[in-house]
C-alpha cells in the first residue's frame, strides 16, 4: 500500500491520555514526550517526495531516549539521499514539560 499523505487520525483527548499514563506508568527510560519546532517539521515537508513525516526511537551514546524524524514518500521510503535531513535534537519531557494535562498527569 502506497502513503498517499492522508495517514492518521485523531483520537480521543481521554484515550490518549489512557494510552500516555499507561506508558508512563511502564517506562523506565523518563522521557515522556518530544517537542520537535514548527520550522525542522516544515523543512521535512518541503522535501521533494515528502507526503509525511517517519518517527524513529533511537538510544543516544548515553542510554537516552531520542527522537528522530524523517520525511517519507508515497511509496513509504524514507527521503535520505540528495542532502535530505533527519531531525533531531528534540526537547524531551521532563524537563521541557507542558502545563499538566490528560496526555501527562
Known amino acids: 500500500m502506497a502513503f498517499d499523505g492522508s495517514e ?5 483527548p481521554n484515550t490518549a ?3 500516555t499514563r499507561n506508558f508512563r506508568d511502564n517506562s523506565t527510560s523518563g522521557n515522556n514526550a518530544h517537542f520537535f519546532g514548527r520550522e525542522i517539521l516544515e ?9 509525511g513525516i517517519r518517527f524513529y526511537y533511537g538510544l543516544d551514546d548515553n542510554g537516552d531516549r531520542q527522537l528522530l524524524a524523517v520525511a517519507a514518500d508515497a511509496e513509504q521510503n524514507d527521503l535520505l539521499e540528495n542532502d535530505n535531513i533527519v531531525a533531531d535534537e528534540s526537547s524531551c519531557c521532563p524537563p521541557y514539560s507542558s502545563s499538566s494535562n490528560l496526555l501527562n498527569s
Not at 8 to 12: E, F, R
Not at 43 to 51: K, M, N, P, R, T
Open 8 to 12: 492518521g487520525t485523531s483520537i480521543d
Open 17 to 19: 491520555g489512557d494510552w
Open 43 to 51: 523543512q521535512l515537508l518541503a522535501e521533494e517526495g515528502a507526503v
